[in-house]
């Protein structure tokens, strides 16, 4: 699907606005990117929101965990049609908890609706690839 060079400037505006909120712990600044609909995954066990309070909940506890947070977004796919948008994108989280810090190199993929004023986020997964998986296997091997 081709997507429009001002879709694809919109979108990355609203990834680079995320960043920046992440990096600032600004919950309300990444509310307002947020659909009221919202669903997502984190990267742990019990990392699931349905809705954005959850969502809220979610960051409130990510935010109080972390002294200090950052996110980056590497080779980013972007595809849209009408109102709706997805992405695909590899992102690194630097963090510092307890002192000590932290890169997590993973995987996100987003769905965004666009609201005639802006693109939001209605839907976001974030992954970490499984370890003990080499390049070239299908499973994880322990």
């Known amino acids: 699907m081709q997507v429009s060079e001002q879709t694809k400037n919109q979108i990355m505006a ?3 606005r ?18 009221p609909d919202f669903r997502g995954f984190g990267t742990g066990p019990d990392e699931k929101a349905i809705g954005k309070e959850a969502y809220r909940r ?9 002294e200090t947070i950052a996110l980056e977004f ?4 972007i595809g849209a049609e009408g ?3 997805w992405v695909m994108a590899g992102m690194t989280y630097h963090i510092v908890a307890s002192g000590a810090l932290q890169t997590l190199n993973g ?28 390049a070239g296997q299908s499973f994880p091997i322990k």
């Open 107 to 134: 995987r996100l993929t987003a769905v965004l609706r666009g609201t005639g004023h802006a693109w939001v986020f209605a839907q976001l997964h974030y992954s970490l690839p499984a370890e003990g998986q080499k």
């Open 74 to 77: 590497c080779d980013i796919h």
């Open 14 to 16: 609203v990834l680079r």
């Open 18 to 35: 995320m960043a920046e909120a992440t990096a600032k712990k600004d919950i309300d600044g990444l509310m307002a990117l947020t659909d």
């Open 83 to 85: 109102t709706v948008a």
């Open 58 to 66: 979610h960051l409130e506890r990510d935010f109080s965990q972390a």
